[in-house]
């Protein structure tokens, strides 16, 4: 059976898993901790210790035949493509497909206008700069290597447990309001998903990832409180709003775009089972 490795266990990879365990896959994650070390075998996945140097052992490509990569960039570059760089032939024999999870960020700002995978990219922060550097970095190495590498540019990620619904229930949501603001994003069911499409057709490329209605995130709010039948939090100018803003959560309105998932669906055969926040909003507060 296929060998999936996943460099970095986030919450998409997390979401993908089971569907791939369900099929008989064998699963395996790099981890950097005893105690995550631990909490990876429980969910019956092999876990992967990184060495001393923060590199993944040789032995543990032996038999991969899909790697999922999710681990950030650092100011070194990407913690995981010299591993494979500096792999002898022999380890990645198995190897056939490489998925680098990467960010829209690579856009830039585009003042609230559409892009697509041609759209050249213009990232405005470093963290958007260092996304630049892997993806070019994985593609090069799957070109060099003649291993099948597709990135997939993803927006905001939301799904059970991580959404405007569980910021209502806790007291943390801000309806902030900036005018010409609008975000992509995608429901974390809806990558597994894309993945689960890219595997069965593994020609090499760049996707964008998210569902069909790019929207300001006060409306997101708004529609949230009205599904949990509470008051929406007041909005909240983003002139004033700014101050007490998170560097990263002021990175993210710095910039305004529409992200376009047509290639994806085109290529991939992929068709999100979430086409709007309204969907995937609303089977979250039915807990479903």
Not at 69 to 87: F, N, R
Not at 194 to 212: E, H, K, Q, T, W
Not at 221 to 236: F, K, S
């Amino acid at each position: 059976m296929p060998k999936l490795l996943c460099c970095g266990l986030s919450y998409t990879a997390g979401a993908w898993v089971p569907a791939l365990s369900a099929q008989g896959w064998r699963l395996a994650a790099s981890v950097r901790s005893p105690e995550k070390a631990a909490a990876v075998e429980g969910q019956g996945i092999t876990p992967e210790p990184l060495d001393a140097t923060g590199r993944l052992p040789e032995r543990a490509l032996e038999g991969v035949t899909h790697l999922l990569v999710s681990a950030p960039p650092g100011a070194q570059g990407d913690p995981i493509l010299p591993s494979l760089a500096e792999a002898d032939a022999g380890a990645l024999k198995s190897l056939a497909w490489i998925g680098y999870l990467s960010t829209t960020g690579v856009y830039g700002d585009h003042g609230g206008g559409w892009v697509t995978e041609e759209t050249p990219v213009s990232p405005a922060s470093e963290r958007g700069r260092r996304r630049v550097q892997a993806e070019r970095g994985w593609a090069a190495f799957g070109l060099a290597a003649g291993v099948a590498v597709q990135v997939f540019r993803l927006p905001g990620i939301y799904g059970p447990g991580r959404s405007q619904i569980e910021a209502l229930r806790e007291g943390t949501a801000r309806r902030i309001k900036k005018p010409g603001q609008f975000f992509s994003r995608i429901h974390v069911e809806d990558i597994a998903g894309a993945l689960s499409a890219a595997i069965a057709r593994p020609g090499p490329g760049v996707f964008n990832l998210c569902d069909d209605e790019p929207a300001p995130p006060d409306e997101v709010v708004a529609y949230a409180a009205g599904l949990l039948g509470v008051t929406a939090p007041p909005e909240e100018p983003f002139e004033t709003a700014q101050t007490t803003l998170s560097e990263m959560a002021r990175s993210f309105y710095a910039e305004s775009k529409r992200v376009s998932n047509a290639k994806a669906k085109r290529d991939l055969g992929w068709c999100p089972r979430y086409p709007t926040y309204r969907e995937g909003l609303s089977a979250i507060a039915r807990g479903t």
